[in-house]
């Protein structure tokens, strides 16, 4: 290894907290104004601060919902679990949902919020694409849409909430007191995509989940229909109906790039 | 004393301006300001899509850019990122920067990032091993880069030599460009105890395309180099110093945390114009062929 790898590999570890200041403390130069050690004191505590504070500014509503003092202490703990490896510090933090599902088990509504909240943050620099619109699929002929296949923009994303996160995220961004975390009877599905420069997210119900994951899936609009019907009492004609309505809504949304047989 | 170089190698000279920040996006297109050029953080739009590229191409229309990375590491000893610098590249084909800049130290091994612009020993072995790499560098861009000092507050047993000198074997042997920080200079001096006339005078004058301006936290025997405050008047001092060496070269203001309204940083970047001016309108003699023409350009030049 060459003097200045072993140099860099010794730097590195210091401020990642795994090597005593001393043993790296000789290698920095004291002209007697300020110590060896408080030099270095000001790049290892920078390190922390600036990954927490990239914490902080990735989950601004986790962050009302923890407080100060907790948010903290978490996030401290997440950055001496997980260091960076990306060029943008935007994209430190994906984990923290999961760190949270182990560091604060009492509190599960914290690890959905924080899932939500990147998620949401991820949709907003997604690729840009050419949406379809209802127009692009007026000429397939009626025989064909049986094994119409449709390709999702970008920055979708469905995420199965079991909370009432989205009334916390709700009332947190509106400075206003957050509801008691509550288990919901049933999973709820939760769309999240841009449309146009804007991140947008709705719940969807049990028919609407079902019938979208189908369509992100690559199912056919058949099978999509099939999907409807086991989840609607319904017959043939208003199944298809119901997909269809369906499937114009989420074109409306700006949700589908594409289609294809 | 000005030492004349025979061949200058900045010739661009594009006049005063200030780093593109999230909130001045709609100020920005809204209204014309007394600003020249815009500088971006690279990494900030190097992303598949969405609001920052939307914005950035909208004001590219406007203004001149000039692009400005913090990830490079370009002293580190991990392999060259090449798909970093395949995504910087994408970027200045769809901005067409009049140049591109990062910092002359490390950020990282093992694949890591600490996200810091830390400090690189001054030796030749270094001084190599990183000039090497920004030939590379070069190479792949297809254009010389600039590369800036960093504020710094611990130095090597190391080092064999001093900041300005390491900057110095570094430029010559890579033959690339330098982003003089004042401020940085400033607060590096006053850390490790140099006469900053010393910095300015010993690195090489010809390469220098453009300057840094900035505010910091002095904290009693040490200083933090934040960009979170207004321009202290001992660094327009040493900028006015510097450009007395140096003659025009393209000024910036860079805010980076408590950000004001865009009018405060065009009202500091007036400063530095008014600093300027005797140099603007008696350039240095081997400044002279370029420098005639390019100030006749408007405020907002569209490229």
Redo the contacts between chains.
């Keep these: 290894m060459s003097q200045l790898a072993e140099l860099q590999s010794a730097f590195q570890s210091y401020l990642g907290g795994s090597t005593l200041a001393v043993d790296f403390e000789r290698r920095i130069q004291a002209d007697g104004k300020i110590s060896a050690s408080r030099r270095l004191a000001i790049y290892h505590d920078a390190y922390r601060l600036r990954l927490i504070e990239a914490l902080a500014t990735s989950y601004p509503i986790l962050f009302k919902l923890l407080g100060d003092t907790l948010f903290q202490q978490l996030a401290q703990g997440y950055v001496a679990q997980y260091p960076s490896a990306f060029r943008n510090l935007r994209w430190y933090g994906a984990e923290l949902a999961d760190y949270l599902g182990t560091a604060l088990p009492q509190h599960p509504v914290a690890a959905e919020l924080a899932d939500f909240e990147w998620q949401l943050a991820h949709a907003f620099d997604a690729a840009d694409t050419a949406l379809l619109q209802l127009a692009d699929l007026a000429a397939v002929p009626a025989e064909d849409w049986a094994g119409l296949r449709f390709e999702l923009q970008p920055s979708v994303r469905q995420l199965p909430l079991r909370w009432n996160t989205i009334a916390v995220w709700h009332a947190l961004n509106q400075e206003q007191v957050p509801p008691s975390p509550v288990m919901l009877d049933q999973a709820e599905s939760c769309l999240i995509w841009r449309q146009q420069l804007d991140a947008h997210f709705c719940s969807l119900d049990a028919v609407e989940a079902c019938a979208f994951t189908l369509l992100q899936r690559g199912a056919s609009f058949a099978e999509i229909c099939d999907g409807v019907a086991s989840h609607a009492e319904a017959d043939d004609n208003e199944t298809v109906m119901v997909a269809a309505r369906l499937l114009a809504n989420w074109l409306e949304q700006g949700l589908i790039c594409r289609f294809y047989r | 004393m000005i030492t004349s170089p025979p061949h200058p190698l900045t010739d661009d000279f594009l006049g005063f301006g200030l780093g593109l920040r999230t909130p001045h996006y709609q100020a920005l297109l809204d209204d014309d300001h007394a600003i020249d050029w815009l500088e971006i953080i690279s ?2 739009y ?9 914005y950035l191409d909208r004001l590219r229309a406007r203004y001149p850019m000039v692009m400005h990375g913090v ?1 490079l590491s370009i ?3 991990d392999a060259l ?1 090449l798909d ?1 610098l395949r995504d910087l590249r994408t970027l200045a084909d769809r901005i067409e920067p009049a140049w591109i800049s990062d910092h002359l130290c ?1 950020t ?9 612009l ?1 400090p ?2 001054y ?1 030749e ?2 001084a190599y ?1 990183v000039a090497s790499r920004v030939r590379q560098v070069q190479d792949l861009l297809g254009r010389r880069i600039l590369l800036e000092n960093v504020s710094s ?7 064999c030599m001093s900041e300005w000198e390491f900057i110095s074997l570094v430029c010559e042997q890579a033959d690339c460009l330098l982003l003089l920080d004042v401020n940085n200079i400033y607060v590096s001096s006053y ?3 140099f006469d900053p006339r010393d910095f300015i005078a010993g690195v090489p004058a010809e390469r220098v395309q453009q300057i840094h301006l900035a505010g910091h936290h002095h904290h009693g ?2 200083i ?1 180099d934040t960009h979170d405050a207004p321009v202290i008047d001992p660094v327009w001092d040493l900028y006015a110093h510097a450009l007395a060496h140096l003659g025009p070269v393209a000024t910036m203001i860079e805010r980076d945390d408590q950000i004001p309204p865009l009018i405060e940083l065009v009202e500091e970047l007036a400063k530095a114009r008014q600093i300027a001016q005797p140099y603007l309108n008696h350039p240095l003699p081997w400044q002279q062929a370029d420098l005639s023409s390019k100030l006749g350009l408007p405020m907002a030049m569209s490229v």
């Design positions: 990494e900030n190097m992303i598949p899509g969405g609001k920052p590229l939307h990830s002293g580190s000893t990122d970093y490390w990282g091994i093992h694949g890591q990032n600490m996200h810091d830390l690189l020993p030796t072995e270094t091993h507050y611990a130095s090597y047993v190391d080092s850390n490790h105890a025997d040490y933090i």
